[in-house]
């Protein structure tokens, strides 16, 4: 990660010499990979993700805490496989977007293959409190929601008669890191969607028990708002809840077609 760090510090300096020039030629143009210049399957990771030196600064500061700390968690191999399958599926993706549009932009970048990285984060320590903007205490479950949202305000703010020239160079990027998380979080990720399974199943069987209940206070389930018979006195008849009355009024089948609205 430090190699990679030094490498976008590096472009980013010769990037104020030559008022953004170098980076121009290591950024990911397929059209320019498909006319031989093959270097730019690989030096586009250095390529800095912003030009003011304010957030450059701190998007360099942040990598250089995450990136190391995830390498301690996981360990060297598998976040190096995590960094590679970003970059790789970043690559894949962008070259798709460009033979399915023939888009002339660059369609892969190192951002979110980065933002992955701290969802990966936020992940393993929920819990974790960080500063946003070195100043607010949050934690990083909050954060990383935050950042979500705003991947997706990207592209929801996008003016519509631009949508189709930069959904090319940005969508394949988001893909590719989206990808990448569900690949290695696909096993934190199984329980939350068993849990909300189980719960909308409890929730159906405490419906049926409130009911059941109903019936046992009462000695019925339904009945006619306009005769009175219920299901207890007539199990054969059928009850049905009129929609246009103002309210949940039920009738039975002599009377769900034959009564005055309550409105």
Known sequence: MYFIIAGTVAVFLLDQFSSGTF?????FYPVAIFHGQIWRLITFIFVPQSDRIFWFIISMFFYAFLGPFMEREWGAAKFTLFYACGIVLSVLFGLLSYLLTRTMLPTASMYYVNLSLFLA?????PDAEMRFYFVIPVRAKWLALFYVFLMLWDIIQTPTMYLFLLLPMRLPSILASLVNYVLFFWSYLTPYFRRFRHQSSRQTINFKK????????????HKCAVCGITDAD???????YCSKC???YCYCMNHINNHVHIQ
């Open 23 to 27: 980076s121009l030629l290591l950024d």
């Open 210 to 221: 409130a009911a059941r209940d109903v019936k046992k206070e009462k000695g019925y389930l």
């Open 121 to 125: 984060f936020a992940t393993l320590y």
């Open 234 to 240: 007539d199990p054969n008849m059928e009850f049905r």
């Open 246 to 248: 103002n309210g949940y």
